[in-house]
């Protein structure tokens, strides 16, 4: 009865020697179809998305930036009514605030088109089983995200789930059986 149940944790030590495993599996088996390998591409799909919003937020930037001569008006009209209730607080000049706001959204806008395009390059690669070290490069930078809000818990769960995936060991015989059969072919 102690062999009848196999985990994650005893594959190659309670299965039957007939029974595949992530350990322990027949060679006309494909490893990208054991364990959590199978959940790869689902991963690479999500990296694709996730690069894709994160490449729209950037273009959002971009057009945010088209408007930082509306949004200093804004700010020096409101500058003008704190002046009259306070005359002695910290003013900033207009070219100041307007080179500063294009550089921040500009700088912002080419740290997401960055990451968004290594996730997109990262999860078109992963899906293949390619380049899996990218893979996770690609997820840990995607924690660059944390400057905008609404990207956060996307890169926060694709990490988590991305890391499950691919640091098992059924993932890395997966990349590996690939690159070996990619090199043989």
């Given at each position: 009865m102690e062999g009848c149940f196999?985990?994650?944790?005893?594959?190659?030590?309670?299965?039957g020697a007939d029974e595949p495993t992530p350990f322990n599996h027949e060679e006309n088996i494909d490893p990208r179809m054991i364990g959590k390998a199978r959940q790869v591409?689902?991963?690479?799909?999500?990296?694709?998305?996730?690069?894709?919003?994160?490449?729209l937020a950037g273009c959002g930037l971009i057009a945010l930036a088209a408007f930082v001569p509306q949004i200093t008006q804004q700010i020096e009209e409101q500058q003008k009514i704190q002046r009259q209730q306070n005359p002695n607080a910290p003013q900033i000049s207009k070219e100041s605030l307007?080179?500063?706001?294009?550089?921040?959204?500009s700088g912002f806008s080419v740290v997401l088109f960055?990451?968004?395009?290594?996730?997109?390059i990262a999860g078109i690669l992963n899906y293949g089983y390619r380049y899996r070290v990218?893979?996770?490069i690609s997820m840990v930078l995607s924690m660059g995200s944390i400057l905008f809000c609404w990207c956060l818990p996307l890169s926060?769960?694709?990490?988590?789930?991305?890391?499950i995936v691919y640091l098992s060991p059924e993932a890395e015989r997966a990349f590996r059986w690939q690159s070996v059969n990619r090199k043989h072919a």
């Open positions: 196999v985990d994650d944790f005893n594959a190659g030590h309670s299965a591409p689902t991963v690479a799909i999500l990296m694709i998305v996730h690069g894709v919003l994160m490449f307007q080179t500063l706001l294009t550089v921040v959204y960055v990451i968004g395009t290594i996730n997109v990218f893979g996770i926060i769960g694709l990490l988590v789930f991305g890391m």
